[in-house]
């Protein structure tokens, strides 16, 4: 979990953090004990199938294995991936996170997040459909965003995932210590989605053109697609009157108001 400021620079350099610890390609290593079992208790029962994410110097990756999961570990920092290798008998792929082929079958994934990299990572795991629990720490303000309903990505992939802020972690767990405090968020893939996998992409592009969408509030934006004796009708069956804008839909509701414009449209 990094912040902007804390982000590596174009040119790779690296530094040494407190401690003499290494702190390579931008990563601020979780320390605090009780922090890694926060994020490890969210994984769920031991034996999963777990890809953990950057998994840098090993201190998540050493309770996965602990409590017995069947862990993949994957880094980008080939010094990193040797020492994985050395000291647990699990899989290590050396290589970048976002070009990494998951697993066909069920399997959760943990994460150290570099922050750049959040949106990316998170629209990756939101298409990946054998993902069924992922375990990410981002920063705090990031994940208070990403738990709520107001950004697109969020909206996009709320029929599918729901969303949970887990706890805050601060700052101070971390070697290098960042400097903002970091959050923990689930993500848990709905056994039933709200919309159907047929329908993701049309779905998306909607949410897309809502978002973007010009008009005063969410009467206005939305006017393109219904009328306004539709929108109030729609709005009092799913309890959306004081929704001001796009950002204030929550998942239901938007997988709700995708059903009523598609259907007009059909």
């Known amino acids: 979990m990094i912040s902007e400021r804390d982000r590596p620079a174009a040119s790779g350099r690296r530094g040494r953090g407190r401690r003499g610890n290494r702190r390579t390609l931008g990563q601020n290593f979780l320390r605090d004990r009780d922090a890694v079992a926060a994020v490890v208790n969210q994984i769920g029962p031991p034996g999963s199938q777990v890809v953990e994410l950057g998994a840098g110097d090993g201190a998540v990756t050493a ?10 570990a994957v880094e980008l920092d080939p010094r ?3 020492t994985l290798r050395r000291r647990f008998d699990i899989s290590v792929v050396q290589g970048d996170m976002l070009q990494f082929r998951f697993p066909r079958e069920p399997h959760r994934v943990v994460s150290n997040v570099p922050y750049s990299i959040t949106t990316a990572l998170l629209r990756r795991l939101f298409e990946e459909r054998a993902c069924t629990v992922a375990v990410l720490l981002v920063q705090w303000a990031v994940a208070r965003r990403r738990a709520g309903h107001g950004t697109l990505v969020t909206a996009s992939s709320s029929p599918w995932y729901e969303v949970e802020l887990v706890r805050r972690i601060p700052a101070r767990g971390f070697r290098p210590v960042p400097q903002v405090d970091g959050g923990l968020i689930r993500l848990t893939r709905r056994p039933e989605p709200l919309v159907s996998d047929a329908e993701r992409r049309a779905y998306q592009r909607f949410v897309a053109s809502v978002f973007a969408g010009r008009g005063v509030g969410l009467e206005g934006v939305l006017l393109p697609y219904l009328t306004r004796l539709q929108l109030r009708r729609w709005a009092a069956a799913r ?20 059903r009523v414009i598609h259907g007009s449209r059909e």
């Open 239 to 258: 309890h959306a009157r004081d929704a001001l804008l796009p950002r204030d839909l929550n998942a239901y509701q938007w997988a709700s108001l995708f």
């Open 80 to 82: 990193w991936a040797r």
């Open 63 to 72: 309770e996965l294995v602990r409590r017995g999961h069947d862990v993949t």
